[in-house]
């Protein structure tokens, strides 16, 4: 049987502090606070020791009373409409990574895509202090906005890019990429195609997205008919219930789906119907989520550089908080990538 060892002995009650391990490493407090605060002038073999003393004694870095003298919490804000799917997972993986990498953590909260919860959120985190806050899009009342420039919390807008943002802004062309989609499903030869898109009100992404494919359509003399829209939210299951009566009512000759996810469930439907895709029906998303290269067929799609984003996401409002100045460049658009699998063909009547 494994032994357990018994705690390290500490001379007084409550968590350990700066003392227990400044004791325990041999240094003086001073030192223990400048090798958290500012470790670049602490000997290497000092901090290690530190560092070690720290974790025998499970010692928690109080990170809000150090910030009394020092500007920085080491938290960062991330606000994503949705944590329900993968659209935004990658995304939310790198850019809390790449925080490690810098000391920081990260506080994460989802509105449902209910911009009128944005200023609630936005008051909880300014009440821990955040070094400042990452938001998706462009989208965004101007309470929760006005509550960050008074305290001189850096914002920054991710996802999706503008050439006229007010916010700086790391993220996707995404008028590009529905435009990538659409164009491909032209150069095959359909023409008949239907569009599956969420409510674009208090969406710039799907909003970007839907006049990217309509212009496609529309530089090839193409007026889409209004029952080819189909407003469809980012679900697959309602995807599929919708593709379904689409299917059996009146069937296009191919989709462009407003993401990955309502792709899928398009597929989905066609297979419960014994509608072949890509022979009878082609399917086209945007995102290349998990999973949409192991979809039967394969889908066709435009990758969006989710862990890119992150990370570059991360890196600029840490800068931000330490510089309290802009980015550079003030906005930066990641490229997609244009991907063809097995989820598209020319019609069958061409």
């Known amino acids: 049987m494994k032994q357990v060892s018994p705690p390290p002995h500490r001379s007084r009650k409550g968590p350990p502090g700066i003392v227990d391990v400044a004791a325990r490493a041999g240094v003086s407090i001073a030192t223990v606070s400048r090798a958290f605060a500012k470790p670049e002038m602490v000997r290497a073999e000092t901090r290690s020791r530190i560092e070690e003393a720290a974790r025998d004694l499970g010692y928690i870095r109080d990170r809000l009373a150090g910030s009394m003298h020092n500007r920085f919490s080491g938290t960062v804000g991330l606000i994503v409409p949705t944590i329900d799917n993968a659209i935004f997972a990658e995304m939310i993986e790198a850019f809390s990574a790449r925080l490690r990498d810098h000391d920081r953590t990260m506080l994460i909260a989802a509105h449902g895509y209910d911009l009128s919860l944005e200023a609630g959120i936005v008051r909880s985190l300014l009440e821990r202090r955040i070094d400042g806050v990452a938001l998706i899009g462009f989208a965004h009342d101007r309470v929760p906005l006005t509550m960050l420039e008074r305290r001189a919390v850096p914002a920054i807008s991710i996802w999706n890019y503008d050439a006229t943002s007010v916010l700086p802004c790391i993220g996707a062309d995404n008028r590009h990429a529905a435009r990538l989609v659409t164009d491909h499903l032209i ?164």
Not at 215 to 239: I, K, N, Q, S, T
Not at 320 to 334: I, L, Y
């Open 187 to 350: 150069g095959l030869g359909h023409r008949d195609i239907a569009f599956l898109f969420p409510e674009a009100q208090a969406n710039d992404r799907a909003r970007d997205r839907i006049d990217g494919a309509m212009e496609a359509m529309r530089a090839v003399g193409v007026d889409v008919a209004g029952h080819r829209w189909l407003d469809c939210p980012y679900d697959m299951g309602a995807a599929k219930a919708l593709a379904l009566r689409l299917l059996v009512d009146d069937p296009p000759s191919a989709v462009v789906c407003g993401n990955d996810v309502i792709a899928h469930g398009v597929v989905f439907a066609a297979i419960a119907l014994g509608v072949n895709v890509p022979r009878d029906l082609s399917v086209v998303g945007i995102g290349d989520l998990r999973g949409s290269a192991q979809l039967e067929p394969g889908l066709t799609t435009v990758r969006l550089p989710a862990r890119r984003i992150g990370g570059l996401a991360a890196d600029a409002i840490v800068a931000m908080s330490e510089s309290g100045a802009p980015p550079d460049p003030f906005r930066r658009r990641v490229d997609v990538t244009f991907t063809e699998r097995a989820s598209t063909a020319a019609p069958a009547s061409a």
